[in-house]
């Protein structure tokens, strides 16, 4: 059987997505790089955080870029005891009732951009563009407050700071980079952070029924967060929320695009949504690659680490290990237990898990229901970004005729 990389031509790094193996769970490369892709492995050094720094700015920015203010408020990067108590003060107010809370609003909203893209009339549409692009966005703004009428006004600076993003990209690939950092192309978006910092302000005097007045208002040992954390968190929210949803709801369109039967079982039965969005993210998770920085020398895997040493966790090919997930080259939506990866795992566990499983599961139903046929493109196939620690498109045509 032709695998789904093999067809859409998927970058030759994820290997795991044309059915092979790593050869060592865990190795060096040419450029220093200790790769992790054993499911043990990474779950070893996720449980490690003392070891294993998430502070990985200088790597990918370098010394002069480096501004502490800049960083305040931002989880991804945050060490303990730093990050225990941030996370703290922000769990509190983004909490998994507020995100049930937002289910009847997703589902109008993603029915709305359907709506208002016309697609029955060109018999197709760009997933991407059309709809999972703009849903995560207008779902975040509605979740901090950002009133709907400031809602294009939004989506226009995101829009940007992605076009950035991809751009430092490129020019930091032909630098031999592994990754693009998405908190300086947040920088090219002044704008944006200037709203947020009013909107805080405004809170600050009249606090409404909404994320930013919830993150201003917490507190932990009688510490609250800064304005600018809570911009800093807002903005952190909108960087890794936004184009990892987008890319889960087209990664769960493509592996059912590619298993047919699949996607005939789930259109019989809508309630197994969230199971086959759980098994397109073991399956072709959307973050292929999470960083690390040793802060001492240690062991992995039987490999010696040196301190001070670039780790990449290799979340898909962990999500492939046989010796965790029997068959593991199969999509099965049955699949139960499934504890995979994607998301990652220890304290750094995504905070957005839950408003991605959310909006992933209602994307699908709603796709499904309201086109009875769906299927890639035959003439346009699909663009993914060249990026090698996602796997997401860019541009994910389909036909509904
Ligand atoms: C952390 C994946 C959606 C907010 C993470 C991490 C992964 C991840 C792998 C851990 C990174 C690490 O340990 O280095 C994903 C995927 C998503 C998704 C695959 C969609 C399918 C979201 C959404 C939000 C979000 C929708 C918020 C709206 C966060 C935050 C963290 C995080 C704030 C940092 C948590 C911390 O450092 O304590 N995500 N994410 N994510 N995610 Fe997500």
Not at 52 to 72: A, H, K, M, P
Not at 183 to 204: D, F, I, S, T
Request: glycine share 6%.
């Amino acid at each position: 059987m032709v695998t789904l990389a093999e067809r859409w031509d998927l970058r030759p790094e994820h290997f795991w997505m044309r059915d092979r193996q790593p050869e060592k769970p865990v190795e060096t490369d040419e450029n220093g790089v200790l790769n992790v892709y054993g499911y043990a492995e990474n779950l070893a050094v996720f449980a490690d955080p003392k070891t294993y720094s998430s502070d990985v700015t200088r790597f990918f920015l370098g010394d002069t870029e480096t501004d502490d203010s800049f960083n305040e408020g931002t989880l991804l990067q945050a060490d303990p005891p730093e990050h225990t108590k941030l996370r703290k003060l922000i769990s509190r107010s983004f909490t998994a009732k507020m995100v049930t809370g937002l289910e009847p609003r997703i589902e109008s909203i993603t029915r709305e951009i359907l709506d208002a893209a016309d697609v029955d009339g060109r018999g197709g549409l760009d997933l991407v563009a059309e709809l999972t692009y703009p849903m995560p966005v207008i779902v975040i703004a509605e979740l901090l407050g950002v009133p709907s009428s400031d809602r294009e006004l939004f989506r226009g600076w995101v829009d940007r700071m992605t076009d950035s993003a991809t751009a430092l990209a490129s020019d930091e690939q032909s630098a031999d980079a592994e990754e693009p950092d998405s908190q300086a192309a947040m920088r090219h978006v002044p704008e944006m952070l200037e709203y947020l910092h009013e909107h805080v302000a405004e809170r600050r005097r009249k606090p409404r029924e909404d994320l930013l007045s919830a993150l201003i208002a917490s507190e932990v040992d009688g510490k609250r967060l800064s304005d600018a954390a809570v911009v800093n968190f807002a903005n952190e929210l909108l960087v890794v929320g936004h184009a990892t949803t987008s890319a889960l709801l087209g990664n769960t369109v493509l592996c059912l695009d590619s298993h047919p039967e699949e996607l005939a079982r789930v259109r019989e039965h809508p309630e197994t949504a969230a199971a086959v969005v759980e098994e397109a993210l073991r399956f072709m998770s959307p973050i292929a690659a999470s960083y690390r920085v040793t802060t001492a020398a240690t062991q992995l895997g039987g490999v010696e680490v040196g301190a001070d040493q670039l780790v990449a966790l290799w979340l898909g090919a962990a999500n492939r290990d046989p010796g965790q997930f029997p068959d593991p080259h199969r999509f099965d939506p049955t699949r139960d237990p499934n504890p995979h990866l994607a998301f990652g795992r220890g304290i750094h566990f995504c905070l957005g898990a839950p408003l991605a499983r959310l909006e992933g599961r209602l994307g699908l139903n709603i796709l499904l229901e309201r086109f009875p046929k769906l299927r890639t493109d035959p003439d346009s196939a699909p663009v993914f970004w060249e990026l090698p620690h996602v796997i997401a498109t860019s541009r994910l045509p389909l036909r509904v005729d």
